[in-house]
């Protein structure tokens, strides 16, 4: 079973000229450095917040419970002490791929919606709205998330470095397309989509569902011998 380590984030403006030397000449390729993580994608929101979207593909989610991944997060370096301190809004899930489309493509966009807790998501009305979306001819591929339990989540000293701490998300659709223009007539959809899921047995009250329309910054892959 394929893993996610999704991430939404602000930042402050105070670390805006080392956010990115930091995040391609050493955050991502620490982290494609544990055996077990294979790709990871980075976004940028065409409009609205949280601004930056991240998320790693691993072999499984018990990648992120391993000890070499806590190793790395027990260590943070000095640049990385410095720049998580000026993160803001900061969402971070260990999550199970549990759909992703067979012949799925990487688009130069995603529309990203996430649901929070203490929701669930209600697996046949997800499938039924996955696919739905699938139909739609615009829509290269989708992908669904469930967050999973996370061992680094609770003692995690990153997130000791991030003033307003981490939330979670429960689940999440991911849906690539080629333009932001696509993008922005998905959303109403892809929001839909998933408030649709929801099981209404599983929560009280309004839930709070977010989705963003994100553009491409840049995907690495792990070299074969670190898999």
């Known amino acids: ?12 403006q105070a670390i805006a000229k080392i956010y990115e030397r930091w995040y391609v000449s050493e955050h991502v390729p620490e982290r494609l450095g544990v ?21 790693y593909e691993v072999a499984s989610p018990d990648v992120l419970a391993s000890p ?9 370096s000095p640049l990385t002490r ?3 301190g000026g993160f803001r809004n900061m969402r971070r899930t260990a999550c199970s791929l549990a759909y992703r489309s067979p012949r799925a493509a990487l688009g130069g966009c995603v529309v990203a919606a996430w649901v929070e ?31 999973v339990p996370d061992p680094a989540h609770a003692a995690n000293p ?17 849906v690539d397309c080629m333009r932001e223009q696509v993008g922005y007539k998905l959303q109403g959809q892809v929001d839909e989509a998933l408030r649709a899921s929801i099981s209404r047995d599983a929560v009280q009250g309004e839930t709070l569902l977010h ?13 074969e011998k670190d898999l």
């Open 117 to 147: 807790p203490p929701a669930a998501l209600d697996d046949s009305r997800l499938m039924q709205a996955i696919a739905a979306l699938a139909r739609d001819a615009q829509v290269l591929g989708v992908q669904a998330w469930r967050a």
């Open 82 to 84: 410095k720049v998580m």
């Open 211 to 223: 989705v963003g329309n994100y553009r491409l910054l840049g995907v690495w892959s792990a070299h």
């Open 1 to 12: 079973m394929s893993g996610i380590l999704a991430i939404w984030n602000d930042r402050e």
């Open 35 to 55: 055996p077990g993580f294979l790709c990871a994608r980075r976004y940028e929101a065409a409009q609205g917040s949280p601004r930056f979207f991240t998320y």
């Open 68 to 76: 070499e991944y806590l190793s790395r997060l027990a260590s943070p």
């Open 158 to 174: 990153e997130a000791k470095l991030r003033p307003d701490g981490d939330s979670r998300i429960e689940a999440a659709l991911v």
